[in-house]
């Protein structure tokens, strides 16, 4: 079974502090992802990596930067974190895309997710 | 650009009675589709997806759906809901140009299930 662990389920935090949200994957997937997720607007891509050391912004990245120094952790920053950050974190990982997979193979398409982390910031 | 509408952000039925989750996409190419839930406090789960195979998909839990180009839809069903169906739904699409595998998701449809 796929696993995608994020640290920490629940974090509170204080208006200016650096925060690090962290996930690791397990399935030696290239790709690993940052979702916020707020109530009407489903998830919108933070930042994504597609393999070490390699990352790109996706929808929302402002006030975020993040880190993948190992295939199998990428990490997220707050480098200070604001009250419009409050938020649920959720952190992904994939396979490469590849057209035509079946059977076991498929799951190289997919993105699992992780459990999620629930920060507030006062 | 690709974009996810959810038609409706609740949805409340009885138990044994269908559900139906509207989705409409709009990509510039062909898109492979997915539904994911939510159950409280846990993770997205992938319930089934479209990938240019067979348009009608079936998932896990007895939940299907039906690619419609011509409608651009990918509406989610399940004959008779059962109480853990109480969840939230959401329908994404992979565009096939997409770089790195990404994915945009809809605004989310919540279900009620009422004993």
């Known amino acids: 079974d796929v696993k995608v662990t994020q640290s920490s389920r629940y974090l509170v935090k204080r208006t200016g502090e650096k925060v690090f949200l962290e996930c690791v994957q397990d399935m030696d997937h290239e790709n690993m992802f940052w979702y916020r997720q707020d109530p009407g607007l489903g998830l919108r891509l933070i930042y994504f990596?597609?393999?070490?050391?390699?990352?790109e912004k996706g929808d929302i990245p402002e006030g975020y930067s993040v880190s993948r120094e190992k295939k199998e952790r990428f990490s997220l920053i707050l480098e200070s974190a604001s009250t419009n950050q409050t938020s649920m974190y959720l952190c992904?990982?994939?396979?490469?895309?590849?057209?035509?997979?079946?059977?076991?193979?498929?799951?190289?398409?997919?993105?699992?997710f992780g459990a999620g982390t629930r920060l507030s910031v006062l | 650009a690709q974009s996810v509408t959810q038609l409706d952000s609740h949805v409340s039925v009885s138990e044994g009675t269908p559900v139906l989750l509207r989705c409409n996409y709009s990509s510039s190419y062909s898109p492979s589709l997915f539904w994911y839930v939510q159950h409280p406090n846990k993770g997205l789960q992938l319930l089934l997806k479209y990938t240019s195979a067979a348009t009608l998909v079936k998932g896990i839990n007895g939940f299907e759906a039906e690619f419609k180009k011509s409608e651009t839809s990918f509406h989610l069903t399940k004959p008779s809901a059962h109480m853990s169906d109480a969840a939230e739904y959401f329908c994404v699409v992979r565009s096939i140009k997409a770089a790195g595998n990404k994915l945009t998701f809809g605004g989310g449809t919540r279900v009620l299930v009422k004993p």
């Open positions: 990596s597609y393999d070490v050391k390699m990352k």
């Open positions: 992904a990982s994939s396979g490469i895309w590849s057209e035509g997979l079946a059977g076991p193979k498929e799951g190289k398409n997919i993105q699992y």
